[in-house]
C-alpha cells in the first residue's frame, strides 16, 4: 500500500491521509473487507503521529469507508462507494464549494468556469 503525503499540501495530514486511503479504494488496491493497519502500525510506517492516523480513520468511519474495530484496526466497509451514500456526500461538498465560492461573490458562470479549469487540468495530466 504505498501513501504519498506531502508537506507542502495546504490539507491537513489527516485529510491527506483520508483522501489517499478512499483512493486506493477507488484503484482497488483496497477491497471490501480488507483490514488496514493498526493505527499504530500505519503511524510508525508514516512516521507521523498516531493521533493523525486516528482522525484520519475517523473520518473515514464517519463518512462510510471503514469500519472500526477493536484493538485500533478497522476494514473496508462493504458501501464504501454505495451510489446513494456517495450521492449525499459530494452533494455536500459541492454545496460547501458553491457556498465558499457565492461568499467570494463569484457568480455561477465563473463557478462554472472554475469547474471547467479543473477539469481541462485533469484531461492534460
Known sequence: MFIRLFDDDERDLYI???DEM?????????ATGDELPSIRKLAASLQINMKTVQAAYQKLADEGFIVQRKKATAIVGQDHFNETHWL?????????????????????????QLI???FERKRST
Open 116 to 118: 471547467e479549469v479543473v
Open 88 to 112: 449525499e456526500r459530494w452533494q455536500k461538498t459541492f454545496t460547501r464549494f458553491h457556498n465558499e465560492c457565492k461568499a467570494q461573490n463569484l457568480t455561477d458562470k465563473e463557478i462554472q
Open 16 to 18: 491527506q491521509l483520508a
Open 22 to 30: 478512499i483512493r486506493l479504494m477507488a484503484e482497488g488496491q483496497l
